[in-house]
T-cell receptor, first 113, second 112 residues
Framework: GAVVSQHPSRVICKSGTSVKIECRSLDFQATTMFWYRQFPKKSLMLMATSNEGSKATYEQGVEKDKFLINHASLTLSTLTVTSAHPEDSSFYIC?????????FGQGTRLTVV | GEDVEQSLFLSVREGDSSVINCTYTDSSSTYLYWYKQEPGAGLQLLTYIFSNMDMKQDQRLTVLLNKKDKHLSLRIADTQTGDSAIYFCAESPNSGNTPLVFGKGTRLSVIA
């Protein structure tokens, strides 16, 4: 099946710094990618839809200036958590749907200290 | 809006069958998925079923779909300790570039 690669898998950063998470489609082109967030012992909540060459679409309650999404090519979408705070600590995971089936990256566990 | 519901916990003995249930509200759901998430890991697609199917079997996994009742179940035969994980049900109305809607996940504990 298709492969979605997410990097890094784990990151620890200091409060106030920014962290970039990359999501790559390795063997297909993805005009759209989805970014989810998962709190401990909770389900995945859609944060935003990343569209190649245009602005991302954010879900209600997600701050677009806090979570910057860039989808500059057909194989790469990035999520930057700006001025991170401890409450941003979470598991972030990206997804793409070539031909209907949904594939997920390995996820990034962000810890802000 | 769309909603997917699952029971939160299930505990079974090793060797028994596990049945994880899921209900959804979107009558236009076309794709229905089961994902497995082990502690600290990402999502692993276990299986999926199209809405025009009633059942799909893949080795120890059997998915049953009752479209009339909008009920989906995942049966794991001969459950092993390695099956302990969180299982997420998810649905999507189409095959296009739309996100999946997830249930809250069912935590399966397998007792040796």
């Amino acid at each position: 099946g298709a492969v979605v690669s997410q990097h890094p898998s784990r990151v620890i950063c200091k409060s106030g710094t920014s962290v970039k998470i990359e999501c790559r489609s390795l063997d297909f082109q993805a005009t759209t990618m989805f970014w989810y967030r998962q709190f401990p012992k909770k389900s995945l909540m859609l944060m935003a839809t990343s569209n190649e060459g245009s602005k991302a679409t954010y879900e209600q309650g997600v701050e677009k200036d806090k979570f910057l999404i860039n989808h500059a090519s057909l194989t790469l979408s990035t999520l930057t958590v700006t001025s991170a705070h401890p409450e941003d600590s979470s598991f972030y995971i990206c997804s793409a749907r070539p031909d209907g089936e949904a594939f997920f990256g390995q996820g990034t566990r962000l810890t802000v200290v | 809006g769309e909603d997917v519901e699952q029971s939160l916990f299930l505990s079974v003995r090793e060797g028994d069958s596990s049945v994880i249930n899921c209900t959804y509200t979107d009558s236009s759901s076309t794709y229905l998925y089961w994902y497995k998430q082990e502690p600290g890991a990402g999502l692993q697609l276990l299986t999926y079923i199209f809405s025009n199917m009633d059942m799909k079997q893949d080795q120890r996994l059997t998915v049953l779909l009752n479209k009339k009742d909008k009920h989906l179940s995942l049966r794991i035969a001969d459950t092993q300790t390695g099956d302990s994980a969180i299982y997420f049900c998810a649905e999507s109305p189409n095959s296009g570039n739309t996100p999946l809607v997830f249930g809250k996940g069912t935590r399966l504990s397998v007792i040796a």
